[in-house]
């Protein structure tokens, strides 16, 4: 009898157990994209853990993808919430890599061009990169996030399985994305046209899902789900009166389209399926500060829906545990290999060369990082992305380069200009084209042009000779015209110009990325013309020749508002009558910044010795001084010299005015002498000088309004040029 009633238990036990599983209903969930009101759907992941509604399936479209994949990955709603209050938006989508990671050819660039218009040009025309940001920095904030799943290929293997939902831009219609990397399938998802380039995939073109389905039921759907909890957060449309100006016209163009097809996805709903609706009335898609306002909102949403508390109530008795992401050791992983992909015309030997990581090192995902941002500091490539394979005790590391679309030939257009209180404004445009890439061990042939109060066309040849090392030959051709001032208390007495062609060539090695050594020769052929004063030359021709020796070493931040780093500059030549000159004289040059930073705060020393020896010194190689912070108080360039010496300590404050403007506010402290002949120095009458200054980055370059004053003068300036 007791084995009978055992056996019938058994058998209940079973049937009542198949029944329970027969009514656990899969559930799938849909995020919308909708930008900074994305954050909404953490609250929604929140509140249906805290009703124990376990979710099985997830689709999101651009921010939902985001949001969605996280918590695919095994992330807790808490730890996306502090994911997503804490990302610095602004930086992820600036594609300008640190200037202290790029390499030393680039940051001379920075020395000689202030402007960051940059266009691709060739036999065909003008070509432009298909959006405003690659995808760089962006890029690599996703591969740190879903560096736990980076090894899972096949999303369906993601702890919850997941889809990003984007658009093929030939066609237009949606591409549904389930394997390959999430980081970049999310970057896919997100890439608005037109600002976020394109990411290519499997001969596609992809850019942001919302365009073709930016609430993925039907995707969800087709996962699995029985029940779809779709979250809405998409932006509503502007009424008539409320379209002011073309931002909110482009936005509502980008609604139209998104609530178009939303609509066709609302459809698709069934009655067992649940609709929330996160009021986000005052949160905008760039909103992206208001994360603590939204996240409430989409718990207020599960909250209010009397649907989700009867699922709920379908769901009791089951065991809700949320599954974890995938836990990486960083200490105990090594390398076992560095894989290149590389299609671009730029060799993998000198992508190798630049890379501090090798095989056998404990892998380190800070240094990995730092590592991608060297590669892409070369300048040659658009993008740079890794990936990460972990086999239990070492970790294969995946890096793919993709070479500038609109490369590699490059114009660069520049426009200065710099006005001081007493002399005439100061006017360049210029424009230069650099055409990289030019032989196997990546030469570059640059041609550049100024016109205005400076003329000068300038071409030159730089030529690597090894990949293994950095030795490199440096050829340059230049026709050129300076101005030299001579003032006597304040009053201009003469002004001369040298119209010079010149040309030199250099011999030296980088060191990494932070220095450089040369050897050269430099040849110049001038015309010294009196302008301005009475009369003391007539036009006179001459040629002067001198062997140099030069040495840099730059980790500057930035060369505009340093506030970490060190610029150390000094060159030596000499001028004799064997090499071709009418002139005996020898020349030294030292520079040094040093900036520090704390908080919003820098401080930036500064020192400069320009010293010359010899019996009669050409004018082409006289010191100009005077402007901001290079004697400030004086007028730019009023002052020429065989001899020059100053120091300077400059207080900056960054501050923030508007969410994307950034401005800094400065003083200095100034002492510095200059002098003709040796009996002139005399450091007890150092000229003692002071500036204050307001100062912001711009895309043309940076601009400062300043007031400077010294024992002998003082003025106002106003510049769109180089400061340091």
């Avoid at 702890?159 to 990003?164: D, G, L, N, Q």
């Avoid at 051709?477 to 006597?488: E, M, P, R």
Wanted: net charge negative; with cysteine; glycine share 8%.
């Amino acid at each position: 009898m007791d084995a009978l009633l055992k056996k019938i238990s058994l058998l209940l036990f079973l049937l009542l157990s198949a029944e329970c599983f027969a009514e656990r209903l899969k559930v799938g969930l849909a995020l919308s994209g909708g930008g900074a009101r994305g954050a909404a759907h953490i609250g929604v992941l929140r509140e249906l853990e805290k009703h124990s509604i376990p979710v099985d399936y997830i689709a999101g479209t651009s921010m939902g993808s985001i949001v969605g994949g996280l918590y695919a990955s095994g992330y807790s709603p808490d730890e996306i919430e502090n994911i997503v209050k804490t990302i610095d938006w602004q930086a992820g989508f600036e594609d300008e890599v640190k200037r202290s990671n790029r390499s030393f050819r680039r940051k001379l660039d920075d020395r000689r061009f202030i402007s960051k218009l940059q266009l691709g040009l060739d036999i065909e025309g003008l070509k432009l990169p298909a959006g405003i940001v690659s995808g760089q920095s962006v890029g690599i904030i996703l591969n740190r996030l879903f560096a736990p799943v980076s090894h899972i290929q096949n999303f369906d293997n993601l702890p919850v399985p997941f889809r990003a939902v984007t658009t093929d831009l030939a066609t237009g219609n949606t591409v549904i994305i389930k394997s390959g990397s999430v980081a970049e399938a999310i970057t896919a998802s997100m890439s608005i046209p037109g600002f976020l380039v394109p990411v290519s995939k499997n001969k596609q073109l992809l850019v942001d899902g919302g365009i073709a389905n930016n609430l993925p039921i039907s995707v969800v759907r087709n996962m699995g789900a029985d029940i779809v909890i779709a979250v809405d957060i998409s932006t509503p449309l502007f009424k008539s009166d409320e379209l002011n100006d073309v931002v909110d016209v482009a936005e509502q163009l980008t609604s139209i389209l998104t609530r178009k097809n939303t609509e066709q996805q609302l459809k698709l709903l069934t009655d067992k399926d649940i609709l929330l609706l996160p009021e986000l009335d005052g949160i905008s898609t760039s909103d992206f500060d208001m994360a603590e306002v939204a996240i409430p909102k989409g718990e207020e949403a599960v909250k209010n829906s009397t649907k989700i508390k009867l699922l709920a109530q379908k769901m009791e008795g089951i065991d809700f545990k949320r599954r974890q992401k995938p836990i990486i050791s960083n200490e105990t992983v090594v390398i076992k290999n560095i894989v290149i992909n590389n299609p671009t015309s730029v060799l993998t030997s000198q992508i190798l060369n630049v890379l501090t990581i090798q095989k056998g090192d404990i892998f380190s995902r800070e240094k990995l990082e730092s590592n991608i941002e060297l590669i892409y500091g070369l300048g040659y490539f658009s993008l740079v992305q890794y990936s990460t394979i972990i086999e239990d005790d070492s970790v294969v590391i995946k890096i793919d380069v993709k070479e500038k679309s609109w490369g590699p030939n490059f114009l660069r257009l520049g426009f200065s200009f710099s006005a001081s209180e007493d002399i005439d404004n100061k006017i360049n445009i210029s424009a230069n084209y650099l055409m990289t890439n030019i032989n196997k061990l990546n030469g570059e042939l640059s041609l550049g042009v100024t016109l205005g109060n400076d003329r000068d066309f300038d071409i030159s040849w730089y030529q690597p000779l090894s990949t293994v090392w950095s030795p490199f030959l440096d050829t340059r051709l230049n026709i050129s015209s300076d101005q030299f001032n001579f003032f006597d208390q304040n009053q201009l007495i003469a002004e001369f110009t040298v119209d010079s062609l010149s040309g030199d060539i250099a011999l030296g090695t980088e060191i990494g990325n932070w220095g450089e050594i040369r050897f050269g020769a430099h040849y110049l052929d001038g015309t010294l013309d009196q302008k301005i004063g009475i009369p003391v030359i007539e036009e006179i021709n001459y040629q002067d020749a001198y062997q140099y020796f030069k040495v840099e070493v730059d980790t500057l931040d930035s060369l505009h508002f340093p506030k970490n780093g060190l610029l150390l500059q000094y060159s030596y030549l000499r001028s004799n009558e064997s090499l071709g000159s009418e002139f005996n004289y020898r020349q030294s040059k030292s520079r040094l910044l040093k900036a520090f930073e704390w908080h919003n705060n820098s401080i930036t020393f500064g020192a400069n010795y320009f010293r010359s020896k010899g019996s009669f010194i050409p004018l082409n190689a006289f010191h100009r001084s005077g402007g901001l912070l290079n004697f400030s108080g004086y007028e730019i360039n009023q002052l020429s010299s065989e001899n020059a010496a100053n120091a300077f300590l400059v207080y900056m404050r960054r501050i923030k005015p508007a969410p994307l403007l950034e401005m800094y506010l400065g003083i200095s402290y100034e002492q510095g002498q200059t002098w003709n002949k040796p009996e002139e120095f005399d450091w007890d009458n150092a000229i003692e000088g002071y500036s204050i200054f307001a100062g912001s980055e711009t895309y043309l370059g940076p601009f400062y309004i300043a007031y400077g004053k010294n024992d002998n003068s003082s003025s106002f300036y106003i510049m769109l040029d180089k400061l340091f």
